[in-house]
């Protein structure tokens, strides 16, 4: 995989070094230029040409770039939709969009429209822009490998229905996202049909439904990304062999909200993540043949659920650390696997100083099964009543299943060295 | 009232149990602190503790400190000195001797420790407040049960009988009705019950502070509103806040009305 | 001056005092209130210090109806019948407690003097014998000069020196011209102190008068004699004064009837708690 990925970045590069070699000519498009629209500007450059856009209000849509131009900004110009057109369509390898301010592109619920739309096409660059109040922000389909990088996009989603995704993706290899802040929107990133991606650096925060949502998507990475305030975190369903590291997961709450939910998925490497203040920390649907490494779940409602039709997953090297409920498991049968994690509830010993502890931890808790049965029971947390029944369970499990135990718990929190944000 | 109030305190501040009390919770804190690093865990230890304790040593020792100073209460009863205030006065003493030494006991290692300073200093005060809140609901109940029962031992198989009642068996009544109702919308319900106690309004403050992330985890319309927003915590607050005044009140009714 | 009219009080079935009119309106003189116990001179007492409600009837101290007040107490000295006290405060914080609740001047250094309290008052009130405690309970109630006193067996406990000296304090306090009541079983103290007898039995006045009434009307020498008549239910010789109260009584407790009076008043004469 690593050799893949390389020579990805090595095309990425190539493709740069390429658009840099082919700069030749300039357009100035302004106000009081002799070229007064974008799309004249477009018209007039040749391949390879950069068109410089002058600071100013561009009243302009439908923008075509079908050849491979830079469209640079000066001083952020805004390019305003008027709420019924999508601002650029690139139908053309090697555009370079940076530096422009896109606001209020068209809001169609049946054409999905969107701010930057990529049609068919490679070695796209999308930088530094700002995008407001669009429907879909940056819309790739049908694309090879291009770059968006430190875009902000804000929407004003309120409800999934009338909101578009930040930056959606569909049928898409190798595309590589990253420093972007997206809030705002149905979904802060959307992948579908997605191969060979990475989602990297980027910041996504209040969005209704998803920071990142992987739908279909194989052989993906995303890694040191913050998600907090959405919907729910990251969903990754339907999706195998996806790398999910030094990401960090916070206060995403609500009923159905989670800081990551795993359905259907398998194959997958998930470390080194942080899940802190989300209702529930990671939720598994499905989700088989996982490794869970280093990850610190702290102060979540529920830090991990897992409910039927999980199998092997490992969970090695965690941290648990005052959530209210640990670990819930439904269904009886269970192939997972808790083995060596630290559980801050954790009361045992450790008399022969191996830094494990000498007496299994059984993470379930009677009262979880409670609260599975009768929701409104969880305003009961942490009663000195409920604490007896825990124990009582604890002393002779009857409900719990009786097979999940960390065989040998921690004695310390485990360390590791952390990712390059967090 | 201040000026008797000045006095039990004094005489309570004294005492060999007043001492014990503020001891215990500076070694229990103490110890927690030193044993392990991670703070919200010691502030869910000493939640526990509080939310039993505190109820069960403020209804216990003013059922005590009633009877023990019913000689010298008549001494009061005989100076020119109105009876509520005197009732007031010795009530407020208590409830404040309970309240100074949780305060001091759980304050000075948490000083020690630097922890004021830290962001954990809301959640400190979250936990001591409801400590001196329970501290003076349950003596004035303890007051309540006195005044009402000349028979000592009657008196103190009551107050027993009221810690056990909301430290425990309330709560046993209300998960088993939440269990056997499940089939029906409940989230009133609960939050009305909760209301009814004391010890889960407290520990649900405390709760909004430390797992409010669970709580949010069962979002129908009215959880999400009491628990999400200030809301829950101004109503149980508020609520807390009648559970004093509640007692208090009773006190005066019945000291006006009682032989001595 | 205190005024008691048609008072009644009962405690569930028990009725402790049934309809009890009692005027104490003369200056100077010290009134016995005396009886077995549960005749309800302990009930009658914290009446009139407002710490028992009655359930019918008025007292008035100085004119005044005392129901729900409390202001009136600054005239009234009163001595609890046991002295218990804040056992971790010391002597001296206790009376320098009561001087700071009553405000007003007090006598406390003089009377600390005259029971020789000196080297106890840095005492705790828990580390004092009984005897001390009574002396500090007297000094309470001494320290203001009040119009009205009620001692509550003010005897109790009290070595030959202090009983001398509580003597002075009574006899002072008459020629001060003020009302004193006083409850005791101690009947040679009622002798030598009290111009005036109140016996008291089963919630009613038994008899009123001057201890030279109360000898004469039941032709007995001493008073202990005279009350042990009483008990007995022997009709009272015709024609006395108009103060007797004791016509149309007879015993209903049979109980109550001794072989011997003399062993047996004393016991029917002790403090009633």
Redesign the interface.
Known sequence: MKTRLMRIYIVILFLGIGALGLRAGTVNVCADCPVKTIKEGIRQAQAGDVVLIGSGLYAEGNIVVDKPLTLRGVNYPVIDGQLTEEAFTITADSVTIEGLKIQNSGHNQLKDLAAIRVQRTKGYIIRSNILLNSYFGIYLEYAGAGEVYGNTIIGQAVTEANAGNAIHAWYVQGVNISHNFLKGHRDGIYLEFVTHSFIHDNHSTGNVRYGLHYMFSNDDAYYCNTFDHNGAGVAVMFSKRIVMTDNYFEHNWGRASYGLLLKEITDADIARNAFVSNTVGIMLEGASRIRYQNNQFKSNGWAVQVTGGCEDNNFIANNFLSNALDLVINGRLNSNTFDGNYWSEYNGYDLDRDGRGDVPHRPVKLFSYIISQSPESIILLRSFFVDLLNFSEKVSPALTPDNVLDNMPLMEEAQWAVGSRR | ML??MK?TL??LL??RWGLIYLGFFLLLTLSLLWLSGDVSKVVISLMNVILILCPLIAVMFGVMYFYN?R??T??????????TDIFWGQYLGLALSLSLSLLLGIGLPFLLYGLLASSEVLNFFVLVSTGVFLSFIFSGLAFYIALRNDNRIRGFGLAILVWLFFAVIYDGVFLLSLMLLKEYPLEHYSIVAAMFNPIDLSRILILLKLDISALMGYTGAVFRKFLGTGLGSTLSFGVLVLWVLVPAWSIRRLA????? | MIEIRNLH?S?GKLEVLQGIDLGFEQKGRIAAILGPNGSGKTTLI?SI?????PDKGEIRVDGQAIR?Q?????R?S?L?Q????????SVRELIA??K???GGHAEDELLIRLFGLEPHLHKRLGNLSGGTKQKVNIV?AFMYDCPTVILDEPTSGLDPVAMIHLRELLNEAREQGKTILLSTHIMSFVEEMADEVVFLLEGKIRFRGSLQTLKEQYQEENVERAIAHILQGKQAVEGNDGNSQTAGYKLQATSLKPQDSRSFTPHLLTPHN
Do not use: C, T
Not at chain 3, 82 to 89: K, M, S
């Open positions: 000026k008797i006095y004094s005489d004294r005492s100073s000689e010298f008549e001494l009061l009863l005989a100076q020119p000195i109105r009876r006006l009305r009682k032989d001595f | 009080k405690y914290k210090l407002g710490m028992v409600l729900q409390w202001a009136y107490r600054e009234i009163y609890p046991i002295a218990r006290f804040p056992e971790n405060l407690m009561i700071d609740l009553r309470l």
